[in-house]
């Protein structure tokens, strides 16, 4: 199985790691490989052997140079291939400057790990590129990898990140496969400290946030895990649970010296794993299952309000559905838990026109319109809430807009 592609969006052109790679490949271009370079009468011979990354003697610079040296075209061709499929997200995700850093600490480790029990020397770029892999691994933990197999037949299916890179390229392929077959050639060693060194690194900045942070990397999953965790054991205690529902005015209940506990509430549990799984949906861009989601946590607890960002697309969804009401009541939701945010005199707009034109609810179209036309700037967008509040106000009787102007 080789991996070929990633669900993960590139929202930023990742020029450092196409450089990366037509650096490697310019490279071994002019040298054939070192294979074919290490013969005495190759014109490079003695550069590749001064780039070598000698393990008897190793020079500093070698840390460097060895990175972008490989032996033939098959090695070269896996590794730009693994470089392509997991480099660019990641390059888009640290910015260039701190990428370039990172994958070539990443090689700098990746050897040094190595020859703490090896004097072997070594050339390739598996080891940097085996900690930009984990790196992708703790940015990207819930992101799917496209996969190409051939087996009589050849085809792909998609894979969990965290199945494909722990299971199958780590453990599989760098512990227990090598175990199985004669000596090799291939660094395993390498690849496991590039490994370590990419999840430590890319963790350890998410955790001092060096790296933008969203919900679905590696340390947000891991908080929220310790976070249910911990809910969990302080709802265990019915005291506990009494004083979240009730404040200061929960009593326990004694009878005889007994106290009498409460038996626990499901709901509490079901509305974060229903929370949870529509961020989850939201990020995948499965919609329709985010807002099927977030009507389930309705019908558990009316008062749920999502984040922002998530209310917004939930009712966006909504409204995308036709389910006018339910978007209605979803960008009212919005409207009063996020009343200073950018997007409100838009979301004000809409909701008028929604009951103006869809719902026919006219005295609350004509409050969130004329709200909006106190705020908009946008000519077009006035325009429309004017048209919108001519509707409401003549079919109510009252005057229009130019009448009450």
């Known amino acids: 199985m080789i991996p070929i592609s990633t669900d993960t969006p590139i929202r930023r052109t990742p020029w450092v790691n196409y450089a990366l790679i037509a650096l490697n490949v310019l490279i071994f271009l002019a040298t054939g490989g070192v294979e074919n370079a290490s013969r005495p009468n190759h014109p490079l011979n003695r550069w590749v052997e001064l780039a070598v990354l000698d393990g008897t003697s190793p020079q500093l610079y070698q840390f460097f140079t060895y990175q972008f040296l490989h032996a033939n075209w098959a090695h070269i061709g896996g590794n730009m291939l693994f470089l392509w499929v997991f480099g660019n997200a990641v390059n888009a995700k640290m910015g260039h400057g701190p990428y370039l850093f990172f994958y070539l600490a990443g090689g700098v480790f990746a050897a040094t790990g190595y020859g703490f029990y090896r004097d072997a020397s070594m050339v390739g770029a598996s080891g940097a590129i085996a900690a930009v892999t984990t ?6 933990p819930r992101s799917h990898i496209t996969v190409l197999y051939w087996f009589f037949i050849i085809g792909t299916f998609e894979l969990p990140s965290m199945l494909l890179i722990v299971f199958k390229m780590i453990l599989w392929d760098n512990v227990m496969a090598p175990r199985m077959v004669a000596d090799s050639n291939v660094a395993f060693g390498a690849h496991l400290a590039g490994y370590a060194f990419g999840f430590a690194a890319a963790a350890g900045m998410l955790a001092l946030r060096c790296l933008p942070r969203d919900q679905f990397d590696i340390v947000a999953l891991w908080r929220r895990r310790l976070q249910r965790h911990y809910a969990r054991v302080a709802m265990a205690d019915p005291n506990v649970r009494a004083q979240a529902q009730f404040g200061r005015v929960a009593r326990p209940v004694t ?3 007994v106290t009498i506990r409460p038996l626990p509430d499901p709901a509490t549990d079901q509305v974060t794993d229903l929370r949870m799984q ?3 949906a939201l990020a ?4 329709d299952l985010a807002a099927e989601l977030y009507e389930k946590l309705l019908e558990t607890d009316p008062r749920q309000v999502l984040s922002r960002q998530h209310q917004l697309d939930i009712a966006n969804q909504l409204y995308t559905m036709s389910r006018l009401p339910q978007a209605a009541a979803a960008y009212e939701k919005y409207l009063t838990a996020y009343p200073n945010s950018p997007e409100a005199d838009a979301v004000k707009l809409l909701l008028g026109i929604i009951y103006a034109r869809d719902l026919q609810q006219y005295e ?4 969130h319109l004329r709200a909006s036309l106190e705020r908009l700037t946008d000519e077009r967008r006035r325009e429309q809430a004017r048209h919108w509040l001519d509707v409401a106000t003549n079919a109510l009787g009252r005057p229009t807009t130019e009448q009450d102007s």
Request: charge should be negative; hydrophobic fraction near 50%.
């Open 135 to 140: 790196a992708y691994l703790a940015l990207f």
């Open 255 to 257: 009878v005889d010296g």
């Open 284 to 287: 995948q861009n499965n919609r």
């Open 278 to 280: 529509i961020a989850e």
């Open 364 to 367: 609350v179209a004509e409050g």
